[in-house]
């Protein structure tokens, strides 16, 4: 197995260790184990394209690592009363229709590729996360990092609904297979 694949790997460990520290009120130790396994995100794509490692594995479970630790800190947060679970149907309701769009492409052996608008969206989640964590971490100022956080959650989710209405429209030849 090959490096990307072990970050990719790891990551999805992460999360269980994820939820107990936060469920267990650790902040501090939820928000590095958050950023830790983000930044495996980061590095498994880069490696895998630099050193041309990409595997069908690392295609399937990159994205699934990434959807597991971020939709698994919203479940979290919505428990916690930091946003509100219609926010997170509307993200899960995007990846479902993406989803699906993949999955009957993929039945007629076509692969349709990650736009850069759906990146950016995991990106803005993952520092909205990340500002909720340590917005919890602190006793001054940690009012004003809540909303530094949700500004940036809102605009994950403006870019939830743009990304999802882009993948449509570009792969909408796929409602005639």
Not at 1 to 6: E, H, S, V
Not at 142 to 154: A, C, L, P, S, Y
């Given at each position: ?6 970050l ?34 980061y ?24 959807k ?44 349709l ?12 989640q ?8 340590l ?43």
């Open positions: 197995m090959n490096l990307p694949n072990k990719t790997i790891a990551r999805m460990i992460s999360v269980p260790f994820f939820i107990a520290a936060y469920l267990f009120r650790y902040y501090p130790a939820a928000l590095v184990i958050f950023i830790a396994a983000s930044i495996t995100d590095f498994d794509g880069k490696i895998a394209r630099s050193q041309n490692l990409v595997t069908n594995f690392g295609k399937i479970m990159d994205p699934l690592a990434d597991i630790l971020v939709y698994s800190a919203l479940c979290l947060f919505i428990e916690s009363d930091i946003i509100r679970a219609w926010m997170l149907i509307l993200i899960l309701a995007r990846e479902f229709i993406v989803a699906g769009m993949r999955t009957v492409a993929a039945s007629e052996g076509t692969v590729a990650a736009g850069m608008s759906g990146k950016i969206k995991t990106v803005l993952m520092v909205a996360v990340i500002l909720y964590l917005a919890l971490c602190l006793t001054e100022g940690g009012t004003k990092v809540m909303t530094v956080g949700n500004v940036i959650f809102w605009a994950s989710l403006v870019m939830t609904v743009y990304s999802g209405a882009e993948y449509v429209w570009k792969n909408r030849s796929i409602f005639s297979m």
